[in-house]
């Protein structure tokens, strides 16, 4: 193993110093990641009161030596960096080396260690960082760390932790950052003696998402893959049935170390806003790759937040791979009615777990995925640990399926090169279309698909600087307050640029000449009022984002309404044009265009088929 060394005062001042310790998430947090550093593939987690009674981390790494045991308690004591330099090109998860000191000093720490070399490993024992007491014991390789009493002898502090169970919670989330974070290695996550979760560390990252999450989202999920300059991106992306209504479900790690970054979260978010309705935000796990010395992660105690070089592209390239990935995926959602699914881990029974140490008796595991098996519709036994035996009772009834989950689409249902096989049926509430192709039915909202083809054909003509404009005789003439006309002016470039020709009247009055072609008939008077009114609520900057937005706005309250009846010779030739889309499946606010149902799910619903 690598030595511990007491890094020099010139290298200690360059560290981004802070206080480690703020809660039991903390010190979960800096354990696990040692033992992930120590090249552990199996490591469990175990908490009893939220972490303030008890936290013990079990690892199969590395180990550690008599000196190396004594002298990782020691501030700025690591084997992770020697100098300076060292902090441009960092590999490892921990390198500040004030961990171990800053949570002995608050608590009653137990650590048991052996190296691989050795015959006997090691004991060490101390109270508040004080009179260490080393002793010589039996231990299996690998190490085990026990923080008990967090706080004990600062009550100060202990006053501001939250209830056990907030604190439990927190915890929770860390632990599913860490497995998702390494899925070559195996985590067990133990609380109060409730197995939490268990996975494999059979490398399949679709396998630890549907561990922590469950099935309803592993089966909606989109593989990313793409490199590009130095640059590698590969996970995955929930569909747009996934979206959430905060960030919570983004997650995104670099180099392996889980971060927040407004510049990813901002990328991603931009990959797939065309895809999404407006205010929600993607289900992802990404794994992104980076050369270290363009990253600079020491900037916070909690190695959370990260600095990117100027002439870092990470961003645009994370926003390319995550457009790529959503267009060349079929994404019409399935079923009638269909639910959100909950972003929630599955309950487990409680069962009895041996203590660290303890003999165990290992089963080989199959390497298969469990998404893989689950896809085949055969049932699979997650076992690593067959002693005692509920834990297989329990693991096996929630991997039974009888239902084959396999996509229900071998092939994109909405293609123009499939429109000649389209039966058109009629329209339905003066709204939706209804459409049988093969064994698939189809619901085609009217609004949302004249929307998206407006749309397109706006901004393929504002990029282009081709934007056709119709004159308007006679023209309209509108008076704007004193803050509407500072804001037109402001923006009059991107007025005309979106087709829009407005002359001064006099006084506070314009002359609205010409207007988008495509928007021509459609109130023109209330169209431009209300691009003027979103930029004023919205503060814009006018960005190409800004005006997206604004032609999103314009395609809405242009394209014909729900509760019209169209002639089927309007139909079908609106929805041949809707195919000719790279995205045909939402509208520019993210709504769906169409749903999907196959003739199978119709059946099981009237019961000629039951599982």
């Known amino acids: 193993m690598s030595r511990i060394r007491v890094l020099d005062s010139h290298t200690v001042n360059k560290i981004a110093a802070g206080e480690v310790v703020e809660r039991p998430a903390s010190v979960v947090k800096e354990l696990v990641e040692n033992a992930m550093d120590a090249g552990a593939t199996n490591i469990t987690v175990e908490i009893k009161a939220g972490g303030i009674k008890m936290i013990r981390v079990t690892d199969n790494g590395c180990g550690m030596d008599k000196q190396n045991l004594l002298l990782c308690f020691e501030r700025h004591a690591t084997s992770k960096i020697e100098k300076e330099e060292d902090l441009k090109e960092l590999v490892s998860l921990g390198f500040r080396g004030e961990a171990l000191s800053s949570i002995a000093s608050v608590s009653i720490v137990e650590t048991l260690t052996r190296e691989s070399n050795s015959l006997v490993g090691n004991r060490l024992y101390m109270e508040g960082g004080k009179n260490p007491e080393i002793s010589e014991v039996g231990l299996p390789m690998g190490t085990t760390m026990i923080v008990r009493n967090l706080f004990y002898n600062t009550p100060a502090r202990k006053k501001f932790l939250r209830s056990a169970m907030a604190e439990m919670n927190t915890i929770s989330d860390l632990m599913i950052h860490m497995a998702l974070s390494r899925p070559d290695i195996s985590f067990s996550y133990i609380a109060n003696k409730q197995t939490k979760f268990h996975t494999l560390g059979n490398h399949n990252l679709r ?73 929600k935000f993607p289900f992802c796990v990404l794994h992104i790759r980076i050369e270290p010395s363009l990253v600079d992660v020491n900037v916070h105690p909690t190695k959370m937040e990260v600095r990117f070089e100027e002439q870092c592209t990470l961003p645009q390239f994370i926003q390319k791979e995550i457009e790529n990935a959503l267009k060349s995926t079929e994404l019409l959602q399935e079923g009638l009615p269909w639910a959100e699914p909950e972003l929630n881990r599955k309950q487990q029974e409680p069962f009895l777990v041996p203590e660290p140490f303890e003999h165990r008796r290992l089963e080989q595991v199959s390497t298969a995925s469990i998404w893989d098996q689950f896809q085949q519709n055969e049932s699979y036994v997650s076992s690593r640990v067959v002693e005692p035996e509920p834990r297989m009772v329990v693991e096996e009834r929630e991997t039974q399926y009888v239902v084959s989950q396999s996509s229900l689409f071998d092939e994109k249902v909405l293609s123009y090169d499939k429109s000649t096989e389209y039966q058109y049926i009629g329209q339905i509430f003066d709204t939706y279309w209804l459409i049988q192709w093969k064994d698939q039915f189809l619901m085609i909202d009217q609004h949302a698909a004249h929307e998206k083809i407006k749309y397109e054909r706006l901004m393929k003509q504002f990029s282009a600087r081709e934007v056709v404009s119709q004159y308007l005789n006679p023209p309209i003439i509108i008076s704007l307050t004193g803050e509407e006309e500072a804001l037109f002016l402001q923006y009059r470039d991107c007025f005309q640029g979106l087709g829009f020709a407005v002359e001064e009247f006099g006084g506070k009055e314009y002359a609205l000449r010409q207007v988008p072609l495509d928007l021509y008939g ?90």
Not at 214 to 232: C, F, H, M, N, W
Not at 573 to 602: F, Q, W
């Open 207 to 279: 396998d630890v998402i549907y561990e922590v999450y469950g099935r309803d989202i592993a089966k909606a999920l989109i593989p990313v893959s793409g490199t590009q300059d130095g640059y590698e991106i590969s996970g995955f992306l929930g569909k747009p049935e996934l979206v959430r209504g905060s960030r919570g479900y983004e997650t995104y790690f670099i180099n392996g170390r889980y971060i927040k970054s407004e510049k990813i979260a901002g990328a991603i978010e931009a990959g797939a806003r065309e895809f999404l309705m407006q205010h």
């Open 522 to 611: 459609y109130n023109e008077k209330e169209l431009f009022l209300g691009v003027l009114d979103e930029l004023l609520s919205k503060g814009s900057t006018g960005t190409l984002e800004v005006i997206s937005e604004r032609i999103a706005t314009m395609a809405c309250k242009a394209a014909v309404k729900g509760n019209h009846r169209l002639s089927e010779r309007e139909a079908k030739e609106l929805i041949a044009e809707l195919l000719t889309l790279d995205n045909p499946y939402n509208c520019p606010h993210g709504r769906p265009t169409a749903i999907v149902m196959s003739k199978y799910e119709i059946e099981k619903k009237f019961k000629r088929i039951v599982d």
